[in-house]
């Protein structure tokens, strides 16, 4: 259990390092992509995951403020923030609660983006025999930045696959996701997966998407999950379909790392992944530390 809390979290890094040097390529511009070019460097998704780890770890669950005060302080915009996180970044720092920031952007109505799913995967862990506390507390980690409730279930159902394939869920992870799913978007496109196994990747994008909402790229990353059956292809694929490739390679990799394990990971690109500061090894740490609060051990 404690190489799948790894698997999950530096499974999720590696698939945003991986995905990251082809963000925003089209399919075809990805098509030929070996799998091995790594440059180790992680974006936004990453930096808002260690976030998440941190204030669970250290507030023993979910903490609003103190969640926001950690994006705040890890935030290097270099990584590639999209426009809406930093613009709810900008009004927490000048002070605006965190029940509050996000509801300010797009006119009012919140942000649908990835930024909550993608970053979600330490909630998944934690949470990871609570199914109802988990999908509760996705969606407040997800109103941090994203208050859109299309954002939020996204998150929830990224938490819940990152859940149910840590405790081993395959077969059963599709329908336990379409009976909770309160969203038809999601819903419909959850119910598609099985029949889009064998389909070309065209059809794929069409049908699940490649794009930055949350239900554009969310059930894409289940299902590069569920098309292969070992860490490495469903990785590789989820970024072949290219759009946000940092994304979608990431949460494709938490779910997958959370089924097979850290061992599953291939090491030349562990290897490659960064290890500065809040690198590699400190991913691990929170890995481990996640795992022995939640294991009292
Ligand atoms: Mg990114």
Same mark, same amino acid.
């Given at each position: 259990?404690?190489?799948?809390?790894?698997?999950?979290?530096?499974?999720?890094?590696?698939?945003?390092?991986?995905?990251?040097?082809?963000?925003?390529?089209?399919?075809?511009?990805?098509?030929?992509?070996?799998?091995?070019?790594?440059?180790?460097?992680?974006?936004?998704?990453?930096?808002?995951?260690?976030?998440?780890?941190?204030?669970?770890?250290?507030?023993?669950?979910?903490?609003?403020?103190?969640?926001?005060?950690?994006?705040?302080?890890?935030?290097?915009?270099?990584?590639?923030?999209?426009?809406?996180?930093?613009?709810?970044?900008?009004?927490?720092?000048?002070?605006?609660?965190?029940?509050?920031?996000?509801?300010?952007?797009?006119?009012?109505?919140?942000?649908? =983006? %990835? @930024?909550? *799913?993608?970053?979600?995967?330490? $909630?998944?862990?934690? &949470?990871?025999?609570?199914?109802?506390?988990?999908?509760?507390?996705?969606?407040?980690?997800?109103?941090?930045?994203?208050?859109?409730?299309?954002?939020?279930?996204?998150?929830?159902?990224?938490?819940?696959?990152?859940?149910?394939?840590?405790?081993?869920?395959?077969?059963?992870?599709?329908?336990?996701?379409?009976?909770?799913?309160?969203?038809?978007?999601?819903?419909?496109?959850?119910?598609?997966?099985?029949?889009?196994?064998?389909?070309?990747?065209?059809?794929?994008?069409?049908?699940? =998407? %490649? @794009?930055? *909402?949350?239900?554009?790229?969310? $059930?894409?990353?289940? &299902?590069?999950?569920?098309?292969?059956?070992?860490?490495?292809?469903?990785?590789?694929?989820?970024?072949?379909?290219?759009?946000?490739?940092?994304?979608?390679?990431?949460?494709?990799?938490?779910?997958?790392?959370?089924?097979?394990?850290?061992?599953?990971?291939?090491?030349?690109?562990?290897?490659?992944?960064?290890?500065?500061?809040?690198?590699?090894?400190?991913?691990?740490?929170?890995?481990?530390?996640?795992?022995?609060?939640?294991?009292?051990?």
């Amino acid at each position: 259990m404690n190489a799948k809390f790894r698997g999950a979290l530096i499974g999720s890094a590696v698939g945003d390092a991986l995905g990251a040097p082809v963000e925003g390529c089209k399919e075809g511009e990805v098509g030929l992509f070996p799998g091995g070019i790594i440059e180790g460097r992680y974006t936004d998704d990453t930096e808002m995951m260690i976030g998440v780890a941190e204030s669970l770890i250290d507030k023993r669950g979910f903490d609003g403020a103190d969640m926001a005060s950690r994006f705040l302080r890890n935030y290097h915009a270099w990584r590639r923030y999209g426009p809406g996180t930093r613009a709810v970044l900008e009004l927490l720092r000048a002070g605006v609660s965190w029940e509050e920031a996000s509801k300010r952007i797009f006119d009012g109505a919140g942000s649908y =983006g %990835n @930024g909550a *799913a993608m970053r979600i995967a330490p $909630i998944g862990l934690f &949470y990871c025999d609570d199914i109802d506390t988990l999908w509760d507390m996705a969606y407040r980690a997800s109103h941090i930045t994203h208050s859109h409730v299309l954002g939020k279930e996204g998150a929830a159902i990224m938490a819940c696959s990152v859940a149910l394939a840590l405790r081993g869920y395959r077969e059963e992870m599709l329908s336990a996701l379409v009976a909770r799913t309160r969203e038809e978007i999601y819903r419909d496109k959850l119910r598609k997966i099985e029949r889009l196994l064998d389909a070309d990747r065209q059809t794929v994008i069409e049908e699940l =998407g %490649n @794009g930055e *909402a949350a239900f554009e790229s969310v $059930i894409t990353a289940i &299902y590069s999950f569920f098309r292969f059956h070992n860490f490495k292809d469903s990785v590789i694929y989820a970024i072949s379909l290219g759009g946000d490739t940092d994304t979608i390679g990431s949460m494709t990799g938490a779910i997958s790392g959370a089924y097979y394990g850290e061992e599953a990971i291939p090491q030349e690109w562990v290897n490659a992944l960064e290890d500065g500061d809040k690198g590699k090894t400190y991913i691990i740490w929170l890995a481990d530390e996640l795992y022995r609060i939640r294991f009292k051990c």
